[in-house]
């Protein structure tokens, strides 16, 4: 009964997921948001994968049974989150920057971590805590903001 109920939930996540990905590539600049969302897909995919590999994280239940990562998480909802951290901070200095990466980065960790808590969608091992995924996804939210500066600093030249 439980699984089922991790399941719905996979599902609605992935329904949300979907809904927001559609939400913000609407608005310009489409490409920009594109990059980001596929950059960040890219480094949560690494980062992922070798987290699993190395025995830190554990995904019990997915919807996808071919991935050892949670692919609606690495691939959906932390992408989309970093677009919208990426809209949010596109015009503002480097300590509004720091600062709102700090008010993404928490409440993905603190859903995380309740996650981690009460279901078997994601289980912390060798001494993984939710400050090590908060350091992370504010860590790779950073990352690609910061590649992003550089891509339209060079694109504006």
């Not at 996979?10 to 948001?33: E, H």
């Not at 609606?72 to 990466?101: A, D, E, M, W």
Request: hydrophobic share 50%; proline share 3%.
């Amino acid at each position: 009964m439980k699984r089922k109920t991790e399941e719905n939930t996979l599902r609605a996540l992935l329904t949300i997921g979907i809904l927001a990905f559609y939400r913000l590539v609407r608005k310009p600049p489409v490409k920009d948001w594109l990059l980001i969302f596929f950059l960040k897909s890219y480094i949560a995919s690494i980062l992922d994968n070798l987290l699993v590999k190395k025995g830190y994280l554990k995904y019990p239940v997915s919807l996808f049974k071919t991935f050892d990562v949670s692919v609606i998480f690495s691939y959906l909802i932390f992408p989309v989150v970093c677009v919208y951290f990426n809209q949010v901070t596109r015009h503002s200095g480097i300590i509004s920057i720091l600062l709102k990466s700090l008010l993404f980065s928490a409440p993905s960790a603190a859903a995380e971590y309740w996650l981690e808590r009460n279901t078997k969608l994601i289980k912390y091992k060798k001494n993984w805590t939710s400050i090590h995924s908060f350091v992370s996804i504010a860590s790779t939210f950073l990352l690609v903001r910061l590649v992003m500066g550089l891509i339209r600093k060079v694109a504006n030249k």
